[in-house]
């Protein structure tokens, strides 16, 4: 489907009768539409999307009062002729041919309120009421509401997405729109609910017990898909708070705190600083009270102990001179050698008191040499003391690190509770897994059963298989297409971030979380810019829309909110330009002005400005732009 014109007649700020012409070829693919904040933007979507499917915009299967009074609130205040009417004219490819299509909604106001009138024309012909009704049908059937929702880019919305990690489930739900995954699980869950209401007219037992067995599988499914959904959430929680604790702690050093860590680390280096000082002036202690006196006279000490060798052999011959006299034998050759020197004695010193003198010489001299060391390094020691202290002083003299240190002790506490809840959910997982697994082969096993014996009714058989194949097909849907989206992402990625390889992986998962890979180590999305995290969103969604081959209009409402200037012009040129033939801008006059317009002017097909006009209270619709 392919909208070619839109028609607003009274509706939102717009006054009068408005046409915007939404006709694009392959080469002039754009349509921009400008208008500050409050101009009508916003009412050109709900316009369009009421204008395909009236109640069914809003969810509802009927006309109500809940959805007369979305209209009314849509209807302007200033209307002068009382017509209310939104005319869409569409193209539709069916049986290989383009055929043309005017929807038109109007609204009539009395005293019981508002009452609808739809039209559809059909390649210039009116068509009957049946037939009106089965378009619309068919409508729904080929593109839902959920799917135009999926091709609304919100540059806001998408923002708040990422920021509050519910990625996931945003990109899993425009999978679903955009390959029909939704339909499918509808029309799966239609049959289990036939089941269930034909489950007390069913005569034959088997179908009875069958019947009870798939409702309780799909019910214990719901169960682990709520499991799954919390556990998703307690994980996103507690990414949200580790990311919450590491801008503290980075707030808390640059404010010239330390981390806990740290501080514990400091806090043992001052106290063996204040150990090894102790040490030391103990050292110093004994070194002046037992070893002064000996450094006083150290030079004398020392030739003490000289004197004292050469005088041993004097020594010698006197102890000889007393044992020639005791034995009554002649020495004398010795006692003369011994007696050579003519020198006089003056300490007559034994071997040992020598022995011991020379180790007192020595010891002192290992004293200067161990108290000239610590005398040298105190400055430097008490310096280092000093700056530790000082440090550990000014981690905590403001009131702003007492309010991290106690915020990080509360986040501490709260990751800690989620992981138990998180090891709780993985468990509680794992049974629920283990549970279906076991009913579903039970299942089967009973329904083959069933099928030799012939015991089951053919409308259980073919319900039964359906489900089945309905399973099968979003399995292999959901695994062939996510294969493709990650290849598709990755290449667009690293082409729109202009950093060849920077990725060299990226893996959609089942569960439509996001692994990615940088050469063959994996890589944190944290460790991306909040620019190239919407990129990478913006890459999937791109994939998304290539991958399904749809013709649908891509709306962009103000998508360049939250890049920066680099970002904006490489979003631009490869994701805005080159999404669809048929891409509508909805911009304010910060966005697509300057080289910005100038990246898309070559494949504008049509420019329309908003003016809102305070005085009437309304807005005109012109060919032009800021």
């Not at 395909?52 to 979305?70: D, H, I, P, V, W």
């Not at 890459?539 to 290539?546: D, T």
Request: aromatic letters at 8%; charged letters at 30%.
């Amino acid at each position: 489907m392919k909208i070619k014109e839109l028609q607003l007649q009274n509706i939102g700020p717009y006054s009068g009768r408005h046409k915007i012409d939404f006709n694009t070829s392959n080469s002039k693919n754009i349509i921009l539409i400008g208008g500050q904040n409050g101009a009508g933007k916003t009412t050109i979507l709900k316009a369009i999307k009421i204008g395909l499917y009236g109640c069914f915009a809003y969810g509802y299967k009927t006309e109500n009062m809940s959805y007369f009074k979305e209209v009314e609130s849509l209807l302007s205040y200033h209307a002068v002729n009382k017509e209310y009417s939104i005319r869409i004219t569409i193209e539709l490819v069916e049986k290989l041919e383009k055929n043309e299509y005017i929807i038109l909604r109007t609204w009539d106001k009395n005293n019981n309120g508002l009452v609808e009138n739809v039209k559809v024309i059909k390649d210039g012909t009116l068509l009957n009421d049946s037939d009106c009704m089965e378009f619309i049908c068919k409508l729904r059937a080929v593109t839902s509401p959920e799917l135009i929702n999926s091709f609304i880019f919100d540059g806001e919305t998408i923002g708040r997405i990422i920021d509050s990690n519910r990625t996931n489930g945003y990109i899993q739900n425009m999978f679903n729109s955009i390959f029909n995954i939704d339909i499918l699980n509808q029309f799966r869950e239609d049959l289990t609910t036939y089941l269930n209401t034909e489950k007390d007219k069913l005569n034959a037992s088997a179908d009875f017990d069958l019947t009870s067995l798939l409702i309780d599988i799909n019910n214990k499914k719901s169960t682990l898909a709520l499991a799954r959904e919390r556990k998703r959430e307690t994980d996103n929680e507690i990414k949200d708070i580790k990311t919450r604790v590491d801008s503290l702690q980075n707030e808390f050093i640059r404010l010239g705190g330390i981390s806990k860590t740290q501080s514990i680390n400091l806090k043992n280096e001052v106290k063996n600083l204040e150990k090894l000082s102790e040490d030391n002036n103990r050292v110093l202690r004994e070194f002046y009270e037992d070893f002064l006196p000996y450094c006083i006279v150290l030079n004398e000490l020392k030739n003490i102990t000289e004197r004292s060798r050469k005088e041993l052999p004097k020594i010698y011959a006197t102890m000889l001179e007393q044992v020639q006299r005791y034995m009554h034998e002649d020495f004398s050759v010795y006692i003369n050698k011994l007696k050579s020197d003519d020198e006089k004695m003056l300490f007559g010193l034994k071997e040992d008191d020598i022995v011991d003198l020379e180790k007192l010489v020595q010891s002192t001299y290992e004293k200067i040499f161990t108290v000239r060391a610590i005398l040298e390094g105190k400055n430097s020691l008490v310096g280092n003391m000093l700056q530790l202290r000082s440090t550990l002083e000014n981690s905590s003299s403001t009131s702003r690190l007492d309010e991290i240190i106690v915020e990080i002790g509360q986040l501490a506490e709260m990751l800690s509770t989620l992981k138990n809840n998180q090891l709780d959910l993985d468990g509680h997982i794992d049974d629920l897994n283990r549970e279906v697994g076991m009913m579903i082969k039970r299942y089967e096993n009973m329904l083959e059963v069933c099928r030799r014996e012939r015991s089951v009714s053919k409308s259980y058989l073919i319900c039964s298989d359906s489900i089945k194949i309905i399973n099968d097909l979003i399995a292999h849907i959901t695994a062939d297409k996510l294969k493709a989206l990650s290849v598709m992402t990755c290449e667009k990625f690293n082409e729109t971030v202009r950093k060849s390889n920077y990725l060299s992986e990226i893996i959609i998962d089942n569960d439509f979380s996001l692994r990615l890979y940088s050469g063959n180590r994996p890589f944190d999305v944290s460790a991306l810019s909040a620019g190239e995290r919407q990129i990478l969103v913006s890459c999937i969604i791109w994939a998304m829309f290539k991958a399904s081959g749809r013709r649908e209009m891509f709306v962009f409402d103000t998508p360049l909110a939250r890049l920066d200037g680099a970002t904006r012009s490489l979003f631009i040129d490869k994701i805005v330009s080159s999404i669809s033939d048929q891409v509508l801008i909805l911009s304010t006059d910060t966005e697509f002005t300057g080289k910005n317009y100038e990246l898309i002017r070559e494949r504008i097909s049509k420019t329309y400005l908003l003016n809102y006009n305070d005085a009437t209270n309304s807005s005109i619709i012109e060919e032009k732009y800021f």
